[in-house]
């Protein structure tokens, strides 16, 4: 797990990257951090994680908290601050859509940034930015936000379509036999669940692939053999800039990247 967070203050300097790989659940004694804003006599900053400067008082204290769920998901919730938390995602990065944070926890993917309003505000920009990178979910040489490559699975025609950039034509790529099945079960699942993140199982990938009886002997190599294909076909069709679109956890499972699932 190379999760973090890359933090830039509102004139768009980095101001710290922060590791999330530190937490881990059952071997650490917490799975959460939380960023604030610096106590400057040290007494109510005394655990919080990661700390804003003390004159930005726009931040609270104790402002959301990041906690790590089954082993490999993100979730962000509010702590109760009287400004509250920003969430641009990065599945919305056509628009300006913004998601307010509050009590319940939101899943946070790989390119989404939180944004917290400054006393001081940049040129143009009244934020502080924590963008939010999962290096296991992609392996987009870039960190780019938002993403420029996108993804398109059209259930009912079976097709993927890839936007490189909006000055270029959009790919079409039609899969079939078990390669299909892969991309059609986590396609389903995505739309069926709502959550562009959906982890598949090994397990049940396999059980999709090679129902009954065929799944006896299959392992995630064998999987892993029709993922491969999956992508080496992207990247003949569309080159080395193009990220892949089924990628792993390890020890998890797979699930697609930055890909918008269509009826």
Known sequence: MKAYLKI??????????YPLAKLSEGSAPKNYITVGRKDEDGQFDRYTDLKLPATDQLISRKHFSIELKDGCYF?????GSTHPTELKKAIHSSDDS???IGDEAL???HGDRLLLRSKFPGEGNPYWAFCFYDPDRTESP???YPPIIKYEYNLFSKMLVIHTSPNQKSQEIQYAGNELTIIRYIAEKVKE?????FLASYDDLILAVW???KQFGRSSKNLATHVSNINKKIY???GSQVPELIDGVTGHGYRLNNCAVKP
Request: proline share 6%; aromatic share 12%; with cysteine.
């Open 107 to 109: 899943q946070l993917q």
């Open 75 to 79: 979730w962000v919730k509010s702590l």
């Open 98 to 100: 913004i998601i307010y």
């Open 193 to 197: 669940t709502q959550n562009g993140a």
């Open 236 to 238: 003949e069709k569309c």
């Open 8 to 17: 830039y203050t509102p004139n768009g300097e980095e101001y710290e990257t």
């Open 142 to 144: 870039n960190e780019t």
């Open 211 to 213: 129902p009954g009886d």
